[in-house]
């Protein structure tokens, strides 16, 4: 299976951005389907963001307008983009292949450690 590695999470006061990059062990330039999630202390691991091969999009409604997911140019790694955050986005934060782009999609690939995003005063 493709395995990842997250970094970019810290400690962020709220109404601030972070950018979490995601490496890939193979190029994402070959995988259709790549997303981010986050798991917060004591609930369920969440799907936040998709983005296709083809640069189609889709986020959960919690992240809508705030969030942005993206690829970069050389189509190993890619990237969350967050804006407006608040104390309820504090988790750690995921990233992995999928299966599709519709609710109930499952991952393809391994769980990575993940990166921590923290957002207090």
């Known amino acids: 299976q493709v395995q990842f590695v997250e970094s970019g999470g810290g400690l962020v006061q709220p109404g601030g951005s972070l950018r979490l990059s995601c490496t890939a062990s193979?190029?994402?330039?070959?995988?259709?389907?790549m997303a981010w999630y986050r798991q917060a202390p004591g609930r369920k691991r969440e799907h936040l963001a998709s983005?296709?091969?083809?640069?189609?999009?889709d986020y959960a409604d919690s992240v809508k307008g705030r969030f942005t997911i993206s690829r970069d140019g050389a189509q190993n790694t890619i990237y969350l983009q967050m804006n407006d955050l608040n104390p309820e986005d504090t988790a750690v934060y995921y990233c992995?292949?999928?299966?599709?782009?519709?609710?109930?999609?499952?991952?393809?690939?391994?769980w990575g450690q993940g990166t921590q995003v923290t957002v207090s005063s």
């Open positions: 193979e190029t994402i330039s070959s995988i259709y389907i």
């Open positions: 983005i296709t091969s083809f640069g189609v999009t």
């Open positions: 992995n292949s999928r299966s599709g782009l519709r609710r109930g999609s499952t991952v393809t690939g391994t």
